[in-house]
């Protein structure tokens, strides 16, 4: 007897783009587990919570700590090391063994999970990825010059991370710029139950892109 393919979602798309906390949501809604393979890089094993899988240092979820500027700033270099990006890959594969999941990172459409039920892909302008990380980090509107100073941070990061933040060819593209986070959510959603119903891949939903 065959085995159940699990669903896999996988979202990519560049920093700041909103992947992990719209992937969260989106799990939630479908019932599926959430997998965020940038907090892999941020914590040194891997624990399930609830219905995601969450980081643990020394027996306590430590995901605000691992979300901090100071560790935002270098995440990028360990993603760069090949052994790391080996042992994140192997671990977010094997989360998504006997789990339908929804994973989210860079490379999740390519590398980790070519064949992965779903495919999408989240862009932003760089503005208003800047706009919204700060208002979360700052609990209030950024000033313009704040926004300004971490726009040019996210656009030499997309440049560091260039080779590790493709889009598969049969991913829906989704321009997340004038959209809000319920809208991205329900837009995946609709696309995972698709899907669902028609018993396909992502190369044969209808719409390439979905642009805002």
């Known amino acids: 007897m065959t085995a159940r393919r699990s669903f896999v979602?996988?979202?990519?798309?560049?920093?700041?783009?909103?992947k992990s906390s719209t992937a969260q949501w989106v799990a939630q809604r479908l019932g599926f587990r959430h997998v965020d393979s940038g907090a892999l890089y941020r914590a040194v094993r891997?624990?399930?919570?609830?219905?995601?899988?969450?980081?643990?240092?020394?027996?306590?979820?430590?995901d605000d700590e691992l979300r901090g500027t100071d560790v935002t700033r270098l995440v990028s270099r360990v993603a760069s090391m090949p052994r790391v990006r080996a042992w994140v890959n192997a671990c977010v594969r094997e989360a998504a063994?006997?789990?339908?999941?929804?994973?989210?990172?860079?490379d999740m459409g390519t590398a980790v999970f070519p064949d992965a039920t779903l495919k999408v892909f989240l862009v932003a302008d760089p503005w208003e990825r800047?706009?919204?990380?700060?208002?979360?980090?700052?609990?209030?509107?950024?000033l313009d010059e704040e926004i300004a100073?971490?726009?040019?941070?996210?656009?030499?990061r997309d440049a560091?991370?260039?080779?590790?933040?493709?889009?598969?060819?049969?991913?829906v593209?989704?321009?997340?710029?004038?959209?809000?986070?319920?809208?991205?959510?329900?837009?995946?959603?609709?696309?995972?139950?698709a899907?669902?119903?028609?018993?396909?891949?992502?190369s044969d939903v209808d719409g390439e892109s979905a642009s805002g």
């Open 97 to 106: 063994r006997d789990h339908d999941v929804v994973v989210d990172g860079r």
């Open 46 to 62: 891997l624990a399930p919570q609830g219905t995601s899988f969450a980081p643990v240092i020394e027996g306590k979820i430590a």
């Open 173 to 193: 593209l989704i321009d997340t710029t004038y959209l809000t986070q319920e809208e991205q959510v329900e837009r995946i959603v609709a696309l995972a139950k």
């Open 195 to 202: 899907v669902t119903q028609r018993g396909t891949t992502t």
């Open 130 to 142: 800047a706009r919204r990380r700060l208002a979360q980090q700052l609990g209030r509107a950024p």
């Open 160 to 171: 560091r991370d260039a080779t590790q933040t493709v889009q598969a060819k049969d991913a």
């Open 9 to 18: 979602v996988a979202i990519d798309g560049p920093a700041a783009s909103g």
């Open 149 to 156: 100073e971490e726009t040019d941070r996210l656009v030499q």
